[in-house]
């Protein structure tokens, strides 16, 4: 019978992925991978969010205003039904230190009809950030707030899923510890599963065992890298452990 957690022996390749991601960590490092990228959304979404709202209040208590300059008048791309939509203006003006900024800005329909290209625009900015500024009739932006928002927020709850399901499978392998049984189990098949690591399709290796009462059951070791689970091949055994009142919930060596 081979080895249960390195079959061929100790020391033979992917070393260091062993050490880095095991049976144990898998579900924290997959769960860890989906936070780090759903909390920068999140937060930028609000970021944006707190931007946008705070923007107007901003301007009044510390903006000031320059004569800008109308420099082009558009509609964004027409919709599926034909008629076009988000009325834009590009502008520039000239803050109190001299300073040239270009800007564009989504406006309604109303302060875009009054508008004249190469006519004057009144421009509110702040004197340390003039990016931020407004022209009248510029509404709050919520597409970027929204966008970012929804998915750092989808993501948060995949990862805040995924680390639930890492603390049940601990709380589990911890009781297998001391109240689960042994049972031999018999390797049926390799083959890829559905989780990526590092855009890398991870593997499992399937078995079958038998428990106290002689029922079959068949069970799965965690995702692990290709290289790994090539190492089991059909036939072979290895050592299990299994719930003793639920004999169709068992554990992979490393998990336990």
Same mark, same amino acid.
Do not use: H, I, M, N
């Given at each position: 019978m081979r080895n249960p957690i390195c079959p061929n022996g100790p020391g033979v390749g992917a070393g260091a992925s062993v050490a880095a991601m095991n049976g144990r960590n898998f579900w924290y490092w997959f769960g860890g991978i989906w936070l780090a990228v759903g909390l920068p959304f999140l937060m930028l979404g609000g970021w944006f969010a707190w931007y946008e709202l705070t923007l107007? !209040? =901003?301007?009044?208590? &510390?903006? =000031?205003?320059?004569q800008g300059m109308v420099l082009v008048k558009s509609w964004g791309t027409g919709n599926s &039904? *034909? %008629? !076009? &939509?988000?009325? +834009? $203006?590009?502008? +520039?003006?000239?803050t109190a230190d001299g300073k040239t900024i270009h800007a564009e800005a989504t406006v309604t329909? &109303?302060? @875009?009809?009054?508008? %004249?290209? +190469?006519?004057? $625009?009144? $421009?509110s900015y702040l004197p340390g950030t003039p990016r931020a500024n407004r022209i009248d *009739? =510029?509404? $709050? !932006? @919520?597409v970027l707030p929204l966008v970012f928002s929804a998915v750092g927020g989808i993501l948060t709850l995949i990862a805040g899923f995924i680390l639930l399901k890492a603390s049940a499978n601990a709380r589990f392998a911890r009781r297998l510890r001391t109240q689960g049984l042994t049972a031999e189990a018999e390797i049926s098949h390799v083959a890829p599963t559905g989780y990526m690591v590092n855009r890398v399709y991870q593997w499992a290796v399937y078995y079958r065992y038998r428990d106290h009462a002689g029922n079959e059951h068949e069970g799965r070791s965690p995702p692990m890298?290709?290289?790994l689970a090539r190492r089991w091949q059909p036939g072979d055994h290895v050592q299990v452990m299994f719930d003793r009142l639920r004999p169709g919930r068992s554990a992979w060596p490393e998990q336990t």
């Open positions: 107007e !209040q =901003r301007l009044a208590l &510390s903006g =000031r205003t320059a &039904s *034909g %008629r !076009q &939509s988000d009325p +834009r $203006v590009k502008y +520039r003006f000239t329909e &109303s302060a @875009w009809d009054a508008l %004249r290209e +190469r006519e004057a $625009v009144e $421009v *009739g =510029r509404p $709050v !932006q @919520w890298p290709e290289e």
